[in-house]
């Protein structure tokens, strides 16, 4: 059971360290670990620098990809959730020749259409964030509001320096940011004609500077602020309606733009305005194969005079020969990246399969063993409740997201056919070319589609993207819409559903995806007063904001479903405890009768067989009880012989588990104490008056070795010996306060008349053997070691060196906190008996205080003394001596050395003598 439920916590912390690892790396697992290639999605542009590295807006403006010149992905960049659900998009990027990226990024609303700032930010060489250069915020004043894009356009590199430029309404400004710089500084500002507005601009030097409007003309923006028409100019055989869309500037000042109109990519020489040279157009592109569109199409130029054109999932170059490539409809994975998605993929099977063996281990290894019921039903029903509300959550969600689907879509047809009463007819057919943006045909249909869909504020009602469209000649061409970045009289690409509505009237409703998103939208008829049908309007709604709406309501629904489980559980919990309350009852209370509470009565009134046996379990535990009265009276009597310590050394839960033999080595501290002279008092005293002292002595002073977790083992006439177990600290304690306890006692001797008594303490600390000696029918616990003698011979020498306490230096080794105790070195000393010499100390922590003064003052002194006599100084050794007894005439461990001293400098050291002072 115990290896079963170590089994399970070490899965569950298995699982814990791979689901955090996994949730870091879920994007991983929404790419096939076998794919070595990640597919373009919502393609929206695509720049190269000079080391033919490419940069790639895809995932409909949400990720920037770094490929090399093999195109091997580098890095992705992901853009941002804003604090209050805003999202960001990368609209333009540049890198410079140090690998550093540049890019617009623009935060809009939630719902991807308005914007509500723009910044030029700055990414280092490995993709990382570095800095924000420039950041141009816009106010929530309708009259300002811009959709898609904001003013900054077109970041570029000229060498390392970056420009970019902000549309300013009535001006453009220049800006550029210098090598090793996060300053932007204002250049240039060129003043825009009267009821022109910008769409694009291009160049870096003054009188080269370029810029399309959304009338569709190209201006050259002049060194001193002004502007010249450059395209179209007049007689240029043009319909009005090629409108010039991703405009560039070449490395010699020629103008590359794209044509939707007639599906092509055109240059133009502004020293030659009227030659237009077709760069790529569809026929081109069909033979080559490149699989061109021209729908949704951008281009770039790169360093060496090749293009990049980029539409929603594939990238062509136009080498400088005009050669096209075939399409790259992807960015190859490296070695790296395939083998870290191989290791996450395997982590992931590997928590599978780590799910699996826990769920063996829960319900096949610990559910067959002996576990609270409770502890089953909850292992068994949560599991059901949990898939149950699972399944109840996922049919609720599935159920709510299509008939949200039907209710949205049903929505927006309703506003697309209402747009007939917003859009007229007649007007829009008057509406012939894009010279007629924000005339005022444009502007009232503006301003009709606001007053319908800005002014209200409710959340549900917000987030529509609007368009109108002008049906001609059976080409639908884009008017109106809530994209600053679409331009007027762009063809519409064919779908079967607006063909549906400009041939049947239908309204017709779809979803659909593009380089800006997901979407859901409804398309219906605009009729002229004649009832031709001669436009369409769109009303449609960003899925993004759709899908956080529906994880939003999947919240709300796994959060009440949650609350409901847990309620169920809870009643479920609740009858089960009621239940089983007159069971759990008597497990308690006989519970309490196996802990030793035998005075529990078990008291159950279901009147029911539970209370039958709630009865005898009764009748059992009072006979119980009395059984163990008997034995526990025995056993504490025995323990008054045997301590419990003794047994828990040998690992003995009882005295009936001790056999002959057992035994133990531990290290432990020896204590021998012991009343001196008691032999002469002793027969002063009568048998009955010596036993009497001799218990009350020992019942004042053996608690001291209790207090310090130690544990008497023998007594010896007039004292004990007494182990310590622990520290060696204890045993010193106790010592030193069973020598202050001396004091009292021998007050309260002295008020009654009698002599006082002197003891004297041995300490040491060592190893020993503890275990069971005698013969079978006769056992007693006993210790044996060479510490034992030791400690005896320290108490017999205390009073020879006017010491109450000896230690050995194995004790003052074993102490934690040496400094925490009073004593003073007393040398090497040769004991009889003893073979080799012992390093001993006098402790006077727990000695009178005028001794205990006496010996601090000296310690220094007499420790010195010591030293000289150690090394054969006996002069010196004399003196220092003879200096001590002047200030404390009773030191018998002194005037020892002193004679010691005296004799070895009068006569010599004894032979063999190696610096210790023999004791008999």
Same mark, same amino acid.
């Given at each position: 059971m115990k290896k079963s439920i170590a089994a399970l916590l070490l899965v569950l912390l298995l699982l814990g360290a791979a689901g955090t690892y996994l949730f870091g790396q879920r994007d991983m697992l929404k790419e096939s670990p076998f794919t070595k290639e990640e597919p373009f999605d919502g393609l929206s542009k695509a720049v190269s620098d000079i080391h033919n590295q490419m940069y790639v807006i895809d995932n409909a403006k949400?990720?920037?990809?770094?490929?090399?010149?093999?195109?091997? #992905? *580098?890095?992705?960049? $992901?853009?941002?959730?804003?604090?209050?659900?805003?999202?960001?998009?990368?609209?333009?990027?540049? +890198?410079?020749? &140090?690998?550093?990226?540049?890019?617009?990024?623009?935060?809009?609303?939630?719902?991807?259409?308005?914007?509500?700032?723009?910044?030029?930010?700055?990414?280092?060489?490995?993709?990382?964030?570095? +800095?924000?250069?420039?950041?141009?915020?816009?106010?929530?004043?309708?009259? $300002?509001?811009?959709?898609?894009?904001?003013?900054?356009?077109?970041? *570029?590199?000229?060498?390392?320096?970056?420009?970019?430029?902000?549309?300013?309404?009535?001006?453009?400004?220049?800006?550029?940011?210098?090598?090793?710089?996060?300053?932007?500084?204002?250049?240039?500002?060129?003043?825009?004609?009267?009821?022109?507005y910008v769409a694009e601009a291009d160049g870096f030097t003054p009188g080269q500077l370029y810029y399309s409007t959304r009338s569709g003309e190209i201006y050259r923006a002049l060194a001193d602020g002004g502007s010249e028409l450059v395209y179209p100019l007049p007689? %240029?055989?043009?319909?009005?309606?090629?409108?010039?869309?991703? %405009?560039?500037?070449?490395?010699?000042?020629?103008?590359?733009?794209?044509?939707?109109?007639?599906?092509?990519?055109?240059?133009?020489?502004?020293?030659?305005?009227?030659?237009?040279?077709?760069?790529?157009?569809?026929?081109?592109?069909?033979?080559? !194969?490149? !699989?061109l569109s021209f729908e949704a199409t951008t281009n770039s130029l790169s360093p060496d005079g090749s293009m990049d054109i980029v539409e929603e999932t594939q990238i062509n170059r136009r080498?400088?020969?005009?050669?096209?490539?075939?399409?790259?409809?992807?960015?190859?994975?490296?070695? &790296?990246?395939v083998r870290h998605r191989m290791i996450v993929w395997s982590v992931a099977a590997a928590a599978v399969l780590l799910v699996l063996y826990a769920l063996k281990l829960l319900y096949f290894n610990i559910l067959d063993r002996r576990i609270p019921l409770m502890m089953k039903q909850i292992m068994v029903f949560v599991p059901i409740i949990a898939a149950s509300m699972i399944l109840l959550s996922t049919v609720?969600?599935?159920?709510?997201?299509?008939?949200?689907?039907?209710?949205?879509?049903?929505?927006?047809? #309703?506003?697309?056919?209402?747009? =007939?009463?917003?859009?007229?007819?007649?007007? #829009?057919?008057?509406?012939?070319?894009? @010279?007629?943006?924000?005339?005022?045909?444009?502007?009232?249909?503006?301003?009709?589609?606001?007053?319908?869909?800005?002014?209200?504020?409710?959340?549900?009602? &917000?987030?529509?993207?609007?368009?109108?469209?002008?049906?001609?000649?059976?080409?639908?061409?884009?008017?109106?819409?809530?994209?600053?970045?679409?331009?007027?009289?762009?063809?519409?690409?064919?779908?079967e559903q607006n063909q549906r509505v400009v041939h049947n009237g239908e309204v017709a409703t779809d979803q659909w995806q593009d380089f800006s998103g997901y979407w859901m939208y409804a398309i219906a008829p605009i009729y002229n007063s004649s009832g031709k049908i001669v436009g369409v309007f769109e009303t449609s709604k960003n899925m993004d904001g759709i899908l956080k709406h529906r994880q939003a309501v999947l919240q709300s629904i796994i959060r009440n479903i949650a609350l409901i489980s847990v309620g169920l559980l809870l009643v479920l919990m609740l009858m089960t405890y009621v239940l089983l309350s007159s069971i759990r009852k008597l497990r308690n209370s006989v519970g309490e009768i196996a802990k030793g509470n035998w005075d529990t009565v078990v008291t159950i009134n279901t009147r029911d067989e539970v209370s039958d046996l709630g009865?005898?379990?009764?009748?059992?535990?009072?006979?119980?009880?009395?059984?163990?009265?008997?034995?526990?009276?025995?056993?504490? +009597?025995?323990?008054?012989?045997?301590?419990?310590?003794?047994?828990?050394?040998?690992?003995?839960?009882?005295?009936?588990?001790?056999? %002959?033999?057992?035994?133990?080595?531990?290290?432990?501290?020896?204590?021998?104490?012991?009343?001196?002279?008691?032999? %002469?008092?002793?027969?002063? @005293? $009568?048998p009955e008056e010596n036993f009497n002292f001799v218990n009350s002595f020992l019942k004042r002073f053996g608690p001291y070795v209790r207090n310090h977790e130690g544990m008497i083992n023998k007594y010896l006439g007039a004292g004990f010996m007494a182990l310590f177990p622990n520290q060696a600290d204890e045993a010193l304690r106790a010592s030193i306060e069973m020598r202050k306890e001396l004091e009292v006692y021998n007050s309260h001797r002295a008020n009654v008349g009698y002599k006082p008594i002197d003891?004297?303490?041995?300490?040491?600390?060592?190893? #020993?053997?503890?275990?069971?000696?005698?013969?079978?029918?006769?056992?007693?616990?006993? /210790?044996?070691?060479?510490?034992?003698?030791?400690?005896?011979?320290?108490?017999?020498?205390?009073?020879?060196?006017?010491?109450?306490?000896?230690?050995?230096? =194995?004790?003052?080794?074993?102490?934690?906190?040496?400094?925490?105790?009073?004593?003073?070195? @007393?040398?090497?000393?040769?004991?009889?008996?003893?073979?080799?010499?012992?390093?001993?100390?006098?402790v006077y922590q727990g000695d009178p205080d005028t001794v205990r003064v006496l010996k601090d003052k000296t310690k220094a002194l007499f420790e010195q003394a010591v030293t000289y006599y150690q090394v054969g100084r006996f002069y010196d050794a004399r003196e220092a001596f003879?200096? /001590?007894?002047?200030?404390?005439?009773?030191?018998?461990?002194?005037?020892?050395?002193?004679?010691?001293?005296?004799?070895?400098?009068?006569?010599?050291?004894?032979?063999?003598?190696?610096?210790?002072?023999?004791?008999?």
């Amino acid at each position: 059971m115990k290896k079963s439920i170590a089994a399970l916590l070490l899965v569950l912390l298995l699982l814990g360290a791979a689901g955090t690892y996994l949730f870091g790396q879920r994007d991983m697992l929404k790419e096939s670990p076998f794919t070595k290639e990640e597919p373009f999605d919502g393609l929206s542009k695509a720049v190269s620098d000079i080391h033919n590295q490419m940069y790639v807006i895809d995932n409909a403006k949400k990720t920037i990809h770094k490929l090399d010149s093999e195109g091997v #992905l *580098q890095y992705s960049i $992901s853009s941002d959730i804003g604090k209050n659900g805003e999202i960001y998009r990368f609209n333009d990027m540049a +890198a410079d020749s &140090q690998g550093n990226l540049y890019a617009i990024r623009t935060l809009l609303d939630p719902y991807g259409l308005t914007v509500k700032s723009e910044q030029i930010v700055r990414y280092k060489q490995d993709g990382s964030f570095d +800095a924000i250069l420039f950041t141009q915020d816009y106010n929530d004043a309708k009259s $300002s509001k811009r959709y898609r894009i904001g003013s900054l356009r077109n970041v *570029q590199i000229e060498g390392d320096t970056l420009y970019f430029f902000n549309d300013e309404g009535r001006s453009l400004a220049l800006y550029k940011v210098d090598a090793g710089s996060s300053e932007p500084k204002e250049i240039y500002k060129a003043s825009v004609p009267e009821g022109k507005y910008v769409a694009e601009a291009d160049g870096f030097t003054p009188g080269q500077l370029y810029y399309s409007t959304r009338s569709g003309e190209i201006y050259r923006a002049l060194a001193d602020g002004g502007s010249e028409l450059v395209y179209p100019l007049p007689g %240029l055989d043009r319909t009005r309606r090629n409108f010039p869309e991703s %405009l560039h500037v070449d490395s010699q000042g020629r103008l590359v733009f794209i044509d939707f109109n007639n599906k092509m990519i055109s240059r133009l020489d502004p020293k030659h305005p009227y030659i237009l040279e077709a760069l790529v157009t569809q026929s081109t592109a069909d033979s080559s !194969g490149s !699989g061109l569109s021209f729908e949704a199409t951008t281009n770039s130029l790169s360093p060496d005079g090749s293009m990049d054109i980029v539409e929603e999932t594939q990238i062509n170059r136009r080498l400088a020969d005009g050669t096209l490539t075939s399409a790259m409809t992807g960015a190859i994975l490296s070695k &790296q990246v395939v083998r870290h998605r191989m290791i996450v993929w395997s982590v992931a099977a590997a928590a599978v399969l780590l799910v699996l063996y826990a769920l063996k281990l829960l319900y096949f290894n610990i559910l067959d063993r002996r576990i609270p019921l409770m502890m089953k039903q909850i292992m068994v029903f949560v599991p059901i409740i949990a898939a149950s509300m699972i399944l109840l959550s996922t049919v609720i969600y599935t159920s709510f997201s299509k008939k949200m689907e039907e209710e949205t879509f049903a929505e927006l047809a #309703l506003l697309a056919k209402n747009g =007939q009463n917003l859009i007229d007819g007649d007007k #829009l057919e008057s509406i012939t070319s894009p @010279l007629d943006y924000k005339g005022p045909v444009y502007q009232s249909f503006r301003t009709k589609i606001k007053a319908v869909f800005d002014n209200n504020v409710r959340d549900d009602n &917000q987030g529509f993207y609007k368009a109108v469209y002008k049906y001609e000649d059976g080409v639908i061409y884009r008017i109106m819409e809530d994209d600053d970045g679409m331009h007027m009289f762009n063809p519409f690409p064919e779908t079967e559903q607006n063909q549906r509505v400009v041939h049947n009237g239908e309204v017709a409703t779809d979803q659909w995806q593009d380089f800006s998103g997901y979407w859901m939208y409804a398309i219906a008829p605009i009729y002229n007063s004649s009832g031709k049908i001669v436009g369409v309007f769109e009303t449609s709604k960003n899925m993004d904001g759709i899908l956080k709406h529906r994880q939003a309501v999947l919240q709300s629904i796994i959060r009440n479903i949650a609350l409901i489980s847990v309620g169920l559980l809870l009643v479920l919990m609740l009858m089960t405890y009621v239940l089983l309350s007159s069971i759990r009852k008597l497990r308690n209370s006989v519970g309490e009768i196996a802990k030793g509470n035998w005075d529990t009565v078990v008291t159950i009134n279901t009147r029911d067989e539970v209370s039958d046996l709630g009865d005898s379990v009764n009748t059992m535990a009072a006979r119980i009880r009395d059984y163990i009265t008997k034995v526990e009276n025995f056993s504490q +009597a025995y323990y008054r012989f045997v301590p419990q310590q003794f047994l828990r050394f040998l690992h003995k839960e009882s005295i009936l588990d001790v056999q %002959l033999g057992d035994q133990v080595e531990e290290r432990m501290s020896i204590m021998i104490f012991n009343i001196r002279k008691f032999y %002469l008092m002793s027969k002063q @005293l $009568s048998p009955e008056e010596n036993f009497n002292f001799v218990n009350s002595f020992l019942k004042r002073f053996g608690p001291y070795v209790r207090n310090h977790e130690g544990m008497i083992n023998k007594y010896l006439g007039a004292g004990f010996m007494a182990l310590f177990p622990n520290q060696a600290d204890e045993a010193l304690r106790a010592s030193i306060e069973m020598r202050k306890e001396l004091e009292v006692y021998n007050s309260h001797r002295a008020n009654v008349g009698y002599k006082p008594i002197d003891l004297g303490i041995g300490l040491h600390t060592g190893p #020993l053997r503890l275990g069971i000696i005698g013969e079978e029918q006769r056992l007693e616990g006993n /210790v044996i070691s060479d510490g034992v003698n030791i400690a005896t011979l320290l108490e017999k020498m205390t009073e020879s060196l006017g010491a109450s306490i000896l230690i050995t230096e =194995q004790v003052v080794q074993s102490l934690s906190d040496a400094s925490s105790f009073r004593y003073r070195s @007393l040398g090497q000393v040769q004991i009889g008996g003893i073979k080799d010499p012992l390093h001993l100390y006098d402790v006077y922590q727990g000695d009178p205080d005028t001794v205990r003064v006496l010996k601090d003052k000296t310690k220094a002194l007499f420790e010195q003394a010591v030293t000289y006599y150690q090394v054969g100084r006996f002069y010196d050794a004399r003196e220092a001596f003879l200096m /001590v007894i002047k200030q404390n005439r009773h030191d018998k461990a002194a005037q020892l050395y002193f004679y010691v001293c005296d004799e070895y400098f009068q006569n010599g050291a004894t032979d063999g003598w190696d610096g210790t002072l023999s004791v008999s």
